[in-house]
């Protein structure tokens, strides 16, 4: 299973963005769905999470402000990011699991999309 990640760029504090995450290949279900992020010299962590499609997690540092939603009609899930910090300067990943029509699982992430928050 293959993900395709887009909406990352370049915002000003204050502003707003929309990432998105398309999987395709053979997907029966899918599980779980997330978005990671990796900032210079940190290591990759968990931004926002759900679950058996309806059951999210969120940072600490994000509540509030990121909203995650999936679409599993489309094997998609976003990212709505609002009053974005520089602090979330990053690659934004995002990470789907689920079984596949011949009864394996997959846990495939995405390509990455830099995400820059500056003025």
């Known amino acids: 299973v293959q993900l395709q990640a887009s909406g990352g760029g370049l915002v000003q504090p204050g502003g707003s963005l929309r990432l998105s995450c398309a999987a395709s290949?053979?997907?029966?279900?899918?599980?779980?769905q997330g978005w990671y992020r990796q900032a210079p010299g940190k290591q990759r962590e968990l931004v926002a999470s759900i679950t058996g499609g309806d059951v999210t997690n969120y940072a600490d540092s994000v509540k509030g402000r990121f909203t995650i939603s999936g679409d599993n009609t489309k094997n998609s899930v976003y990212l709505q990011m609002n009053s974005l910090k520089p602090e979330d300067t990053a690659v934004y990943y995002c990470?789907?699991?689920?079984?596949?029509?011949?009864?394996?699982?997959?846990?495939?992430w995405g390509q990455g999309t830099q995400v820059t928050v500056s003025s």
């Open positions: 290949g053979s997907i029966f279900s899918i599980g779980h």
């Open positions: 990470h789907v699991s689920g079984s596949r029509w011949s009864g394996r699982v997959f846990n495939s």
